[in-house]
């Protein structure tokens, strides 16, 4: 049994673990597709179209502009609009 080989194992297990509980904020840049009534068309990470609010006040948005959306916690049920490009 090689000692330095085990320590390493166990110290990738652990990282592996921690890892795969790690939920952070992430925020990416995407544009408008289309504005319905209930809120804005942006497409998410995976390429799929979400309907997402508007986080900035008092702002105008328009299909085909740039905007950047934020992913609380990793949470797609509460994506939003959180910045303008």
């Known amino acids: 049994m090689d000692l330095?080989?085990?320590?390493?194992?166990?110290?990738q297990i652990m990282v592996d673990k921690k890892l795969d509980n790690y939920r952070a904020?992430?925020?990416y840049k995407t544009a408008i597709k289309?504005?319905?009534r209930k809120g804005?068309?942006?497409?998410?990470e995976a390429?799929?179209?979400r309907t997402v609010p508007c986080g900035?006040?008092?702002?105008?948005l328009r299909a085909g502009q740039y905007v950047y959306v934020t992913?609380?916690?990793?949470?797609?049920?509460e994506m939003y609009i959180s910045g303008v490009k």
């Open 4 to 11: 330095g080989k085990e320590i390493l194992k166990s110290i």
């Open 25 to 27: 904020d992430r925020t």
């Open 47 to 49: 390429g799929c179209e």
């Open 56 to 60: 900035i006040p008092n702002v105008t």
């Open 71 to 77: 992913l609380p916690q990793g949470n797609l049920n």
């Open 34 to 36: 289309k504005i319905t």
């Open 40 to 44: 804005y068309v942006v497409l998410d």
